[in-house]
Each structure stands twice: as structure tokens, then as C-alpha cells.
């Protein structure tokens, strides 16, 4: 018997209906089957009360009423990330010890810094979790619309002091500097929102943030004067990018859960795979949280997020080796 090309559409529709219903029952399964033998220890790698720490808590309230997880975050803040990830590359690989952290952290942080303590191998990457919104913001009452105006002052003789959290957003300031025949003073800030608190208070003239200047820029008393993450900002799509002045690196980062090397396999796709239900769902207060502070949901996980940890040590080798 022929089958007619519309019978033939809906066989193929309920194969595609069944594949992805079988992939989510193996994503239930795994999550069902494997259980911790005690509390889930969550580090946190930066100080509390910041995007990263509100993240890991929304996630760890959120896992524990889904799975009934004992979840216990713990700040250990310091080094742009890399205390918190010494303390979790020597914890058991038994998927009760896991990490968020900046991801910048565990490839341009491990390049950059003289004997970290650990490289990129010595963890298990779970998923991420969401991507910074990562612009050079500055108070709107200066009257700076764009980069260029920054540029503009600097050449007529303007002293600019450059806040930035990071080596990375450091080696930015340099790049922009050398493209832009101009020399900006750049001063190490505590996080995103310690450079925002610098611009507001005008102990700095610009600084670089990755989401917490959003509500200022809504409200008008800030700008971005740049983005840095390759594509428009989403509070300021109109916002420039780097490489029309000359940069042509990306430096937002993503914010992703970890845990140490070798982690016991069942653990791993459990907790990545609960990790990205959450990160997913329009519903959780996590995803709500991430939507309006970062770069919305976006969950990498497993051989994925591998591969995204080798590109992003590849980029940072080449950036270190620019800025040099």
C-alpha cells in the first residue's frame, strides 16, 4: 500500500514527538535514580548579595523543592574566583561538593595568573547558567553618549579613571587605550557592582559592569557606552560595539556550576540535567531572576559545555598574548 505524502508527515511528526519525549523520560530518569547520601554543598565564588550569589541561591531553593535536595551554599569569595575553585578541585567527586563561578575564571584566570592551583582539567563541567551583559557604563549627567566620547575627552586632555573587576576587563581598558591612541588609568574594583558604586559616587569616570548597572541605565542615570559581549546589549541595543573601536575580543563571560574532575558519572547527569530543567523553565525564580539582571537562560551542559571550556581557554590565550 502507497502512503500518501500527508499520512507520511505525521508518522514523521509522531517519531519526532516520541525522540523528544524519550529524551526527556532519560533526563527524569537519570535525575530520579540518583540521590545524594547527604547535603549538597554549593560554593559560591563571589561575595553575597551579588548576581552570582543571588543565581546560586535561586538554583539551590529551586532544587531542593524539585528533588528534595539539602542544598547549603557557601560563599567562598576571593581572587576573582579562583579561592572557591582551589577549595572545590580537592573536594570528593561524588556530586555533593559543586561550584558556581564566573567561567572567565577557569580559562583567561588560569593563563593569566602565576600558579593558580589548578588549571581547567582539574574540574567537571555541569552547565551553565546565563551570560553577562557586559558594557563600559558611565553617570548620563557627564553628557557621554558613546565609547567616543570617552575617546573625545581623553585626546583633549582629560584624565579618564577606568574601573574593572577583572584581569580580563583590565587588558580591555589596555586594548581600547592602544587602538584608540589614548591612555585610560584603570582601577581594580570589587565586582561589577563596586565599579557601578565607583561611577555613581564619581570616583571613577567609566566602568565596566555585566548586569547589575541595568536598573540604572532604565532609570536614566546611567549609560552604556559600549558593549562587550559582541551583540547589543539587551537594556541598550543602540549601545556600540568594541569593535568599532578597534577591539576585536568578546569579554562577557558566562556563569556556569561545576565540580571537581571525574565526578562519579550518575551524579553528573543528574545534577546537570536538574541544573538546566531549572535554567529552562520560564516559571522557576531563577530564570525570571537571570531574564532581568544577565543575559537570560542559556544552559550548556555536559560534552557542550567541555567544548565551550576549550574555545573559551583558546580565545583567552590569544587576548593575553594581544594585551602584552
Do not use: C
Amino acid at each position: 500500500m502507497l502512503l500518501r505524502r500527508k499520512d507520511m508527515k505525521f508518522g514523521a511528526l509522531k517519531t519526532m514527538v516520541a525522540a523528544v519525549a524519550i529524551a526527556a523520560a532519560g533526563a527524569t530518569t537519570a535525575i530520579a535514580e540518583w540521590q545524594p547520601s547527604g547535603p549538597i554543598k554549593l560554593m559560591i565564588a563571589f561575595r553575597a548579595g551579588g548576581g552570582v550569589d543571588t543565581s546560586a541561591r535561586l538554583l539551590a531553593e529551586e532544587l531542593s523543592a524539585r528533588h528534595g535536595w539539602e542544598i547549603i551554599p557557601e560563599n567562598v569569595d576571593g581572587r576573582g574566583g579562583a579561592a572557591m575553585a582551589a577549595a572545590l578541585k580537592d573536594e570528593p567527586a561524588d556530586g555533593q561538593s559543586i561550584g558556581m563561578t564566573a567561567m572567565d575564571s577557569l580559562a583567561y584566570g588560569v593563563l593569566a595568573t602565576k600558579n593558580p592551583g589548578f588549571g581547567t582539567d582539574d574540574f567537571t563541567y555541569l552547565s551553565t547558567v546565563t551570560g553577562t551583559q557586559a558594557g563600559l557604563i558611565a553617570k548620563s549627567s557627564r553628557g557621554w553618549k558613546t565609547l567616543a566620547d570617552v575617546i573625545a575627552a581623553a585626546k583633549a586632555g582629560e584624565k579618564i579613571t577606568a574601573g574593572a573587576m577583572s584581569a580580563k576587563l583590565a587588558d580591555a581598558l589596555y586594548l581600547i587605550g592602544e587602538a584608540n591612541g589614548i591612555e585610560l588609568t584603570t582601577v581594580m574594583v570589587k565586582g561589577g557592582q563596586g565599579g557601578l558604586n565607583g561611577v555613581m559616587a564619581d570616583d571613577l569616570d567609566i566602568a565596566w559592569a555585566a548586569g547589575p548597572q541595568t536598573k540604572g541605565v532604565q532609570a536614566g542615570d546611567l549609560v552604556n557606552l559600549v558593549s562587550a559581549i559582541g551583540k547589543p546589549l539587551n537594556v541598550s541595543p543602540d549601545a556600540p560595539l568594541l569593535s568599532e573601536y578597534g577591539v576585536e575580543f568578546v569579554f562577557g563571560t558566562m556563569f556556569g556550576v561545576i565540580g571537581p574532575a571525574n565526578m562519579d558519572a550518575e551524579a553528573r547527569e543528574a545534577i546537570q540535567d536538574a541544573i538546566a530543567e531549572v535554567v529552562n523553565d520560564p516559571s522557576s525564580k531563577l530564570s525570571n531572576y537571570i531574564s532581568k539582571a544577565f543575559g537570560g537562560p542559556e544552559a550548556i551542559k555536559g560534552a557542550d559545555f567541555d567544548a565551550f571550556m576549550q574555545k573559551a581557554s583558546a580565545e583567552a590565550e590569544k587576548l593575553i598574548e594581544a594585551a602584552q
